[in-house]
Each structure stands twice: as C-alpha cells, then as structure tokens.
C-alpha cells in the first residue's frame, strides 16, 4: 500500500508531521480528518530504498504480547472517551511503533469501511489476534461494552505476560541442566566411549550390559546419524502433523492436563479463564446458552471446549448451570459450589470472579514452585545418568584390572 508524507494542524493549530499508508491521497486525507487533524500538504513517499523495503517485507517484525497490552490499553481509553471506533484505530496506526501492527490496523480499518465488524475485521489476521481476544471483542460488541471489553483484555494480557515471564525465570536453570547433560552426552557418545570401545575390543571378553548399552548408542551416533536425524524429524514432524488434527489435538489438550508437574498449573490456568470469562458474559447480559458458546471457543483446549459446549446443551434443555457443570466431569469443588450459590443468589458474575482471582494466585505460587519441583526429577536423572556411564566405563577397567594382576 502506498504511503504518504503529510503535514496538518491539530485541534489546537499545532504542527503535525508523519507517515500515513493509504490506497490514495484522498483516503489519506480523509483518514486524516477523521483522526481530528486538518491536512495542509500530502505527498507520496517515494521508496528509494527497494531492497531494503523488500527485505522487511519478508521479515516482518513480530507482534509481540506487550504490543497488544498497549493498543488494548489504548483502545480502552479512546473508546471510553467517545473517540469513534475508526478514529481510535487511525490514529493508532498512524503512531504505532511496530510496523507489522500498523499495517494490521491499516487493513482492519479498510474492512471496517467495507462494512464489516470490528471482530470479524480481527478474526483476518488470526497470528496476530488469538480466538480468545476475537471472541471477547465479539463478546463487548454484542452488549456494547466494547471499552470494558478491552480493558479486560489488556488485563488478561497482562497477568498471562507475568506469566509467561514467571515461567521462562523458572524454567532458566532446569533448561541450563537439561542442556549441559546433553552435550555432555553428546561429547561422550562422539569422543569418550568410542576411545574405550576399541580398549575392550581387544581385551576380547563379554562386555557387562551398561557397557554394551554405551557403545550401541555411541555406535549408532557415530555411524548412523544421518539416519538417527531423520527418524527424529519424522517422528516430530508425524506428532506434529497428528496434533494439528481434531482428533490428535484433541487427546493432546486432555493430555495436558493430566502431565505431571504442569498439569495442575495448566488446569487451574483453564479453570480461572474460563471463570473470568463467565462472570464477564454474566455481566454483559449476553444470553447464557451464546455466552457460553463464546467462552468454549476462548478456552484454546478442545478437551474442555467440548465440556463447556456439553453444558451449553444442558442449560438449552434446561437444567441448572450448577448441575450441568457437574455433569461434565472438568470442573472442580469450588467452582461448582459457587455457581450453586451464585444461581440462588443472583451473584454468579461476582463469585466467578472471586474464582478466576483465587486460581490466578494459585497459578502464580505454582509457578514460582515450579523450578524447585524439577529439580529432584533432574537430580535423579543426572545420577541415572553418570550411573550408567560409570557401570559401563569402569566395570570392564576393572576387569582389565583384574587380567593383569593374574
């Protein structure tokens, strides 16, 4: 899309200077315009520089999380102002600092003109913008809560960055670990056992079992790796491939739920998403059965979305919510009491998000637990691990040993 240099004044006469992609001059202006500037001078950019431009085409930057936390936060405080809906997104896309975003807002603006609603505008660039933030900004259209709504998700963006963070900082010595024994491994399979192996060749006897085992797995790296690395891509790419399957994908988010170690933070994560989402449908005065809907698809696990829906059919017959939560089996205790309590008070958005607060801080105290809980497992593994490679090394040098006193 062509880009254009223009100068305005604002609303207080000062001088303003930018860049603005558009299909024309006019368009340009008046994007300009709806953006509360008064254009005095357009111009098209002329690129000088088509290397260069074609390089950052084909490495676009990233949108990251922090990006998203910033227009969500921006948007909320537009919309709350009364700032009309294409308003707020030019004059975002016109100062955004990341150039991949901008050009994603360029394009969600063009399709709002062609008529089209802001989340159906949104669901075009899905990499950018995740089901869970789709449905939720589908969610704030449909009550009209839109600016509410993004607050919510700049909060939500938030708490899932500390999170993230949390994890990385966790993670940082086990993979420092995991790392070092694999290369050790690696440096003993290629150079130390094979020094070995032709010792105990000549020495012409059996071989204990550890010992055996070592020069295998030397042998096999050694002299059969080109066809190790492709059993290995074969196999990744054949477990990814039956991932992105329904049925694979499927069993692989009920599996994640079940792994040791992280299962219980995965599940109590999906127990305060789907929690907060509630109590924001609940507030909304979104009808409970399309409410529900939109939740199963925000949850990003296939396993509980298909739980939520089986709940959403029965409240469509017409049982209690309380009772068909209990029929699918996912939910735990104290969500099910307080939407007990929340249907016979009257208070299910205020006590679901008493408990979507409750599993966030037990997400976080797992997570800062989590390093410490991997811990013994590496420890254990490390000591398997030089157990084997002592048994096998030293039990035919002592038999060597052995030979030689004799």
């Not at 013994?376 to 000591?383: C, E, F, G, H, N």
Request: hydrophobic residues 45%.
């Amino acid at each position: 899309m062509p880009a254009f240099k223009y100068r305005a004044r604002g609303q207080r006469g000062d001088a303003i200077e930018g860049v603005i992609e558009a299909a024309s001059s006019d368009l340009a202006a008046t994007r300009l315009i709806e953006g509360g500037l008064t254009p005095i001078d357009i111009d098209e950019v002329q690129d000088k520089v088509g290397m260069s431009s074609d390089l950052a085409d084909l490495f676009p930057p990233e949108v990251k999380l922090v990006d998203l936390i910033q227009f969500s936060r921006q948007m909320h405080s537009l919309l709350r102002a009364g700032v009309p809906i294409l308003s707020a997104l030019h004059g975002l896309a016109n100062n955004a600092r990341n150039r991949t975003l901008a050009k994603t807002l360029a394009g969600v603006i063009e399709s709002l003109e062609a008529g089209r609603d802001l989340s159906s505008s949104l669901s075009q660039y899905p990499k950018i913008f995740s089901v869970f933030y789709i449905s939720l900004v589908r969610v704030g259209e449909t009550s009209g809560r839109l600016e509410e709504v993004f607050r919510q998700l700049a909060t939500y963006l938030e708490r899932e960055k500390k999170t993230r963070d949390q994890i990385k900082s966790a993670m940082r010595y086990p993979t420092f670990v995991i790392t070092a024994i694999l290369v050790a491994v690696v440096i003993i399979n290629v150079f130390v056992v094979p020094a070995f192996a032709a010792i105990f060749e000549k020495f012409g006897s059996d071989l204990p079992l550890p010992t055996r085992i070592l020069v295998g797995a030397s042998d096999l790296t050694v002299n059969h790796w080109q066809g190790l690395l492709v059993a290995i891509v074969l196999l990744v790419t054949g477990i990814r491939l039956y991932i992105r399957g329904d049925t694979g994908r499927y069993k692989w988010h009920k599996l994640q739920l079940q792994l040791p170690l992280v299962g219980k933070v995965l599940y109590q994560a999906t127990l305060a998403r789907f929690s907060r989402l509630f109590a924001l449908v609940q507030r909304s005065g979104i009808p409970i059965v399309t409410g529900l809907s939109v939740v199963a698809r925000a949850l990003d696990n296939d396993f509980v979305q298909e739980r939520v829906l089986t709940m959403r059919d029965g409240i469509e017959r017409g049982e209690a919510i309380s009772s068909t939560a209990a029929s699918t089996g996912v939910f735990d205790h104290l969500v099910l009491q307080m939407l007990q309590v929340g249907e016979e008070s009257g208070t299910t958005d205020q006590l679901m998000q008493e408990v979507a607060d409750y599993y966030d801080d037990e997400v976080d105290y797992a997570i800062e637990k989590l390093g410490s809980a991997i811990e013994p497992v590496l420890t254990i593994s490390l000591a398997a691990l030089v157990l084997l490679l002592a048994s096998g090394i030293f039990l035919p040098m002592w038999d060597l040993y052995k030979v030689a006193l004799h």
